[in-house]
T-cell receptor, first 116, second 114 residues
Framework: GDSVTQMEGPVTLSEEAFLTINCTYTATGYPSLFWYVQYPGEGLQLLLKATKADDKGSNKGFEATYRKETTSFHLEKGSVQVSDSAVYFCALSEDAGGTSYGKLTFGQGTILTVHP | SAVISQKPSRDICQRGTSLTIQCQVDSQVTMMFWYRQQPGQSLTLIATANQGSEATYESGFVIDKFPISRPNLTFSTLTVSNMSPEDSSIYLC???????????FGSGTRLTVV
C-alpha cells in the first residue's frame, strides 16, 4: 500500500536558518503530493501541493518539488521565522478519478521549533 | 473550496458511553473522510464515506466501534462507541475536490475519555 516517510524530528533552528524536511513516498500509481501545517492549537492547513512529476509547489516562502525519480517531495525554506514553528505533515493521494482526490496518506509529522 | 462545520469542537466523556460527531459541508461532495489524530501522532484514516453506500473502513477500524452515517451529499456523522481512554484523540472530517486546495478539513473534535 501507499506510505509516506518523513525525517524524524523534532527540528530546532535559529531564526533565518535554512530549513529542509525530507519526505519520501511509496505509491502504486502517480499520486498527488501535499505538505500540510498544523500550528499550535489550530487545525490542519494546506501549505502547498504538486500533482505531477517536476511540479514545484510554493507558498509563504516554502517550496517542494515533486521528484518522481527519487520518489521525494522535500520541503524547503530559505529563511525560517519564529512564526513557522509548527508540525509539518507530508501526504499523498492517489487519484480517485472524476472531480475528487482519493484518501490522504500522511507521514508521521515533523515538529519544527524556531528560536529568535 | 468547501467550508466544513464540525461539531462538537471538544468533549469530555465517561468511559463506556458514545459520542456522535457531525460534519456539515456548504456544498455537495462525493467523498468524505474521517481521520483520527492520537496525541502527538499523525493522522490516520478511519473510513471513507460515500453517499448512498456503506462506509469503507481502513484496517484496524470496524463499523461496530465507529459507525458512520452519510444521509446526503452535504452531511456525515461519526460515532465513537463504547469509549475507553484509548479513544482520546482529535477526530477530523475532510472532503476532497479538484479545486485549488484539493482537500478541506473540519476544525476537529478533541475528545477526552475519562
Amino acid at each position: 500500500g501507499d506510505s509516506v516517510t518523513q525525517m524524524e524530528g523534532p527540528v530546532t533552528l535559529s531564526e533565518e536558518a535554512f530549513l529542509t524536511i525530507n519526505c519520501t513516498y511509496t505509491a502504486t500509481g502517480y499520486p498527488s503530493l501535499f505538505w500540510y501545517v498544523q500550528y499550535p492549537g489550530e487545525g490542519l492547513q494546506l501549505l502547498l501541493k504538486a500533482t505531477k512529476a517536476d511540479d514545484k509547489g510554493s507558498n509563504k516562502g516554502f517550496e517542494a518539488t515533486y521528484r518522481k525519480e527519487t520518489t521525494s517531495f522535500h520541503l524547503e525554506k530559505g529563511s525560517v521565522q519564529v512564526s513557522d514553528s509548527a508540525v509539518y505533515f507530508c501526504a499523498l493521494s492517489e487519484d480517485a478519478g472524476g472531480t475528487s482526490y482519493g484518501k490522504l496518506t500522511f507521514g508521521q509529522g515533523t515538529i519544527l521549533t524556531v528560536h529568535p | 473550496s468547501a467550508v466544513i462545520s464540525q461539531k462538537p469542537s471538544r468533549d469530555i466523556c465517561q468511559r463506556g458511553t458514545s459520542l456522535t460527531i457531525q460534519c456539515q459541508v456548504d456544498s455537495q461532495v462525493t467523498m468524505m473522510f474521517w481521520y483520527r489524530q492520537q496525541p502527538g501522532q499523525s493522522l490516520t484514516l478511519i473510513a471513507t464515506a460515500n453517499q448512498g453506500s456503506e462506509a469503507t473502513y481502513e484496517s484496524g477500524f470496524v463499523i461496530d466501534k465507529f459507525p458512520i452515517s452519510r444521509p446526503n451529499l452535504t452531511f456525515s456523522t461519526l460515532t465513537v462507541s463504547n469509549m475507553s481512554p484509548e479513544d482520546s484523540s482529535i477526530y477530523l472530517c475532510s472532503v476532497s475536490g479538484r479545486g485549488r486546495h484539493g482537500y478541506t478539513f473540519g476544525s476537529g473534535t478533541r475528545l477526552t475519555v475519562v
